[in-house]
């Protein structure tokens, strides 16, 4: 393994684990790691709620003929658990979750001016992937996935797919995540056995759509046939780990097969029925993945707000114990997460902290000065502060969002 690879940190640093009796591809999220994937998720929520997009929770189970309906049957079914029988009928484990949210709109009547409906969700899906290709968090069965889809009219599309574009961009510049490359997925050339959805014109359309989009976003991008969805192309954000693997994180996508197959529609302006397009799109792809990358991009040392624990306060001797528990009190009143080291000495404590963003030193001179003595991660010192101040600091950094530790270092 290479130095940063997830898997083995992921163990060193209590993040997850698995068990044989779990099974394989199913990872359990240990408390720290689970910290880590609860401010992801809490994140791109925000990030989604601030663009206009309205959150859903929809049944990770869907009858065999939903997935019949949307194409996913016929076209994707060798990665599809087998159905479970319930009496008469059958049900799946969902593949994906655009066939819910196609309900989810079927369910209400819409009018033009509702549009472009932006739903989202963080769901689970899950995928019968063959024991050989798992590996870690990069490769599951069951998948947390940050997923959304957005229903617009004809004339709506290529700005809906371009904004979904600069938000993915926007994610990637707030967790400190680079995209490798950026690729037109398309369908191969003369593949048969019923990968592809068969129709022409539906493919001309979504790949104009789509290089309009990739060209009025100004990003070099790659065209790769037989890499696109059974129902239309899409635009891949390609990422690559340590050991130079690269993988698909986020997508874009629009779609006219499914409005087709659910028989969508919303009145227009002239009273009539109109058929709308659906833009499929995910800011993070799965949850498992993005934690994935974001260890092998930091090394375990993740941006402030995502740190597991964000201050330890090391006391230089039990005498200022007292100090250092009242520091973490006040620390875990404002939303810090916070850890008092305590046990062995100064000098193993600072390294066993080594990946924790803020050290909160409090010795014999700091506790006689009310203060208390800084280090940052990276190695700088602040001058002794207040522990008011320190916190404002601290939680300056965490509500920002940034990769910055220090405003004015």
Not at 237 to 249: F, N, P
Not at 371 to 378: E, F, N, P, Q, S
């Amino acid at each position: 393994m290479y130095d940063h690879d997830h898997r083995r940190l992921g163990r060193e640093l209590d993040l997850f684990d698995t068990d044989p009796l779990m099974g394989a591809g199913l990872p359990y999220w240990l408390p720290d790691g689970a910290t880590v994937r609860h401010e992801l998720e809490e994140y791109v929520r925000e990030l989604e709620c601030a663009a206009g997009y309205r959150h859903v929770y929809s049944p990770v189970l869907g009858k065999r003929e939903l997935y019949e309906i949307s194409g996913h049957w016929s076209h994707y079914s060798e990665d599809m658990f087998p159905p479970m029988e319930l009496g008469a009928e059958e049900v799946v484990l969902r593949p994906s979750l655009c066939p819910h949210h196609a309900l989810i709109y079927r369910s209400r009547s819409h009018s033009y001016r509702e549009l472009p409906l932006r739903i989202a969700e963080l769901g689970g899906m899950y995928r019968s992937e063959l024991s050989g290709v798992l590996g870690g968090l990069t490769r599951v069965r069951a998948i947390q996935l940050n997923d959304a889809h957005i229903f617009c009219t004809l004339d709506q599309a290529v700005e809906e797919a371009r904004t979904a574009l600069d938000l993915i961009a926007r994610a990637y510049a707030d967790l400190g995540i680079r995209a490798s490359r950026y690729r037109l997925s398309l369908p191969g050339q003369g593949e048969g056995g019923g990968k592809y959805v068969a129709d022409p014109d539906l493919w001309r359309r979504a790949t104009a759509m789509l290089r309009e989009v990739l060209d009025t976003s100004g990003v070099d991008y790659e065209s790769a046939e037989g890499e696109a969805a059974f129902y239309g192309p899409k635009i891949d954000v390609q990422i690559v780990d340590g050991a130079g693997r690269e993988a698909t994180l986020s997508t874009v996508q629009i779609d006219f097969h499914q409005p087709e197959r659910f028989d969508l529609h919303y009145i227009g302006a002239d009273g009539a029925k109109h058929r709308p397009v659906m833009v499929h799109r995910s800011v993070i792809g799965s949850v498992e993945r993005a934690v994935a990358q974001l260890v092998e991009e930091h090394g375990g040392a993740f941006p402030a707000w995502l740190a597991p624990v964000q201050l330890a306060v090391l006391p230089v001797s039990e005498a200022q114990a007292a100090q250092a528990y009242d520091l973490a009190e006040r620390a875990l009143a404002q939303g810090l997460r916070v850890e008092v080291v305590a046990e062995g000495s100064l000098g193993a404590r600072v390294r066993a902290a080594r990946l924790v963003p803020y050290q909160a030193v409090i010795g014999e001179r700091e506790a006689a000065a009310g203060l208390v003595a800084v280090r940052l991660r990276d190695g700088r010192r602040v001058e002794p502060l207040a522990p008011a101040e320190l916190l404002h600091h601290i939680g300056a950094r965490v509500r920002a969002r940034g990769a910055e530790l220090w405003a004015d270092a």
